[in-house]
């Protein structure tokens, strides 16, 4: 047990360097693919604006999409922690595909198949023609399930065989066809045209993975049941890990539920803000969680304190960029066609509501990913749970008190506070708490108010100085970013924080 002071940073450079390192070109590959996913959002939105037509789309399209790219997600995370450890693979590799396909292949049939009984479940509160318009396009997304499950277990083998590029590859090209076909249907108004480019989008992404494990990394996958101690071992954390994710879908179901009781429109506000904050947490701290189960550094003492310090301070920015920026940040992304100014007011309103949230994302990340590694399922499932009901719960109570759209945002933050807890609590105790000292804090604080002026003074004086100009929105995030960019490396030289060194060297690194 240490006593005294805290080690200091430094002393622990190769292992920060290594899950920094793996953790940056994890980082950028999630970008890449987190923006062409996101482009179909974008689409969507430029085209039909906050409408009961994008309502009527973002219903139909939330639930295939968060069991396809949320819940199934978590198959990466779960088959990384069931391979671990083992050094050949290759049979569990065909028995996990084909225990996927078969489930997915169902749960998809079944929401096609009762996508009119389900859907008006969902968003109680619009009109009937939303309603049956919704109904319809659902049967067609309901096989976005089957075709992103896949392409999310393959992936896990891709990360496993150490082949990170793969995934990113499949997902950017899918994205790519997903944007295209619905700016096309768009022409049209023809939201089944836009559904069925969104499916096929994602049945792109699983065959250039499929393909790609076979000629390029000669990983033949081949149907393969696996036995019932197999299974079993599987169930055990892989089905926490979808099991507690399908506990957050519910919970989104029952968000659109309560958005749909709001005007018209806020179904598709509050869709494209939540899709924004999972877009840029799965960006921004995914790679961290992957990282902390592939590294078998990530423990308790120092190494943990290096790690959370680490993606606290990636938490920053974000929060500071998505506060102080909404308004050019959703201008500049969406302002176009069918998006006015006062859908831009809305969402970015929605959006900054969220922005508290990242840093208590942040700090989960780390514990999670520990929690996956060690096969702690319990853990796993419970965080999940105490997540998806602590955000109904929330949104509700704020909901009644009359706080409108802003709710959804503050409810998240609140929930995920909550989610934070009960990866510490454990048994009738708390048994972990942040490994960050007093001094990591300070420091902490320290930069986050710095960046927060180093953001908004230069974005709110570039606003002021060009007026109702056309490219005020684009200047003025572009002041805000670099405001932020800079001040957060005064801030951290200033401080005497080491990661500032360690990121210069990062980039030296890469660059040289």
Not at 56 to 83: E, Q
Not at 109 to 127: E, Q
Not at 163 to 186: K, Y
Not at 301 to 322: C, D, F, H, K, N
Request: hydrophobic content about 55%.
């Amino acid at each position: 047990m240490e006593t005294g002071s805290p080690r200091p940073l430094d002393t622990e450079k190769p292992a920060s360097m290594s899950f920094l390192g793996s953790s940056a070109l994890l980082g950028v590959l999630h970008v890449l693919e987190s923006l062409a996913g996101f482009l179909a959002t974008l689409a969507v939105t430029a085209v039909f604006g906050l409408s009961a037509s994008s309502d009527a789309f973002f219903a139909a399209w939330m639930l295939p999409k968060n069991i396809g790219r949320g819940t199934f997600m978590g198959l990466t995370s779960g088959f990384l922690g069931v391979f671990a450890g083992r050094d050949d693979n290759r049979a569990r590799y065909n028995q996990a595909t084909t225990v996927v396909a078969w489930g997915a292949l169902l749960i998809a049939a079944i929401l096609s198949a009762t996508s009119r009984a389900w859907v008006p479940l969902t968003i109680p509160g619009a009109g009937a023609e939303v309603r049956e318009t919704s109904a319809h396009v659902a049967g067609i997304l309901a096989w976005l399930v089957a075709f992103a499950a896949m392409a999310e277990a393959m992936r896990a083998i891709c990360y496993q065989e150490g082949n990170l590029w793969l995934p990113a590859v499949a997902r950017v090209l899918g994205g790519l066809l997903t944007a295209g076909s619905v700016m096309l249907a768009g022409r049209w108004d023809n939201l089944s045209l836009a559904a069925w480019g969104v499916t096929a989008g994602a049945l792109l992404e699983a065959g250039l993975v499929l393909l790609g494990l076979r000629w390029i990394m000669n990983v033949r996958v081949r149907p393969c049941w696996p036995t019932g101690s197999t299974i079993r071992e599987m169930a055990g954390l892989v089905g926490a890990s979808l099991s507690g994710p399908a506990a957050l879908v519910l919970a989104g179901a029952g968000e659109r539920a309560l958005a749909s009781w709001l005007p018209p429109g806020s179904i598709s506000a509050v869709s494209t803000a939540h899709h924004i904050v999972d877009t840029v947490s799965y960006l921004a701290f995914h790679s961290f969680t992957i990282n902390s189960i592939r590294l078998p550094r990530v423990g308790s003492g120092l190494e943990a304190r290096i790690y959370e310090r680490l993606v606290v301070l990636v938490s920053l920015p974000v929060t500071v960029v998505t506060a102080a920026l909404a308004s050019p940040l959703v201008a500049v992304a969406f302002g176009r066609q069918g998006f006015g100014a006062e859908d831009v007011r809305t969402l970015a309103l929605v959006l900054s509501c969220y922005a508290a949230a990242f840093p208590i994302i942040a700090l989960g990340r780390v514990r999670l990913g520990q929690s996956y590694s060690s096969r702690a399922a319990g853990t796993v499932l419970r965080h999940y749970v105490v997540l998806s009901a602590t955000l109904l719960g929330f949104e509700a109570v704020l909901l009644s008190m009359g706080l409108g759209l802003r709710s959804f945002g503050l409810g998240f933050g609140l929930a995920q506070f909550c989610g934070l807890l009960s990866l510490w609590w454990q048994g009738n105790r708390f048994v972990g708490r942040p490994a960050l000292t007093r001094q990591d804090w300070t420091q902490l604080l320290v930069v986050g108010v710095s960046i927060w002026f180093g953001t908004l003074l230069p974005s709110s004086a570039m606003m002021a100085w060009l007026g109702a100009s056309p490219w005020a929105n684009w200047l003025a995030l572009i002041a805000g970013l670099v405001g932020c960019a800079l001040s957060l490396l005064a801030a951290m030289s200033l401080t005497g924080m080491p990661e500032a060194r360690q990121l210069l060297h990062l980039v030296r690194e890469r660059l040289g």
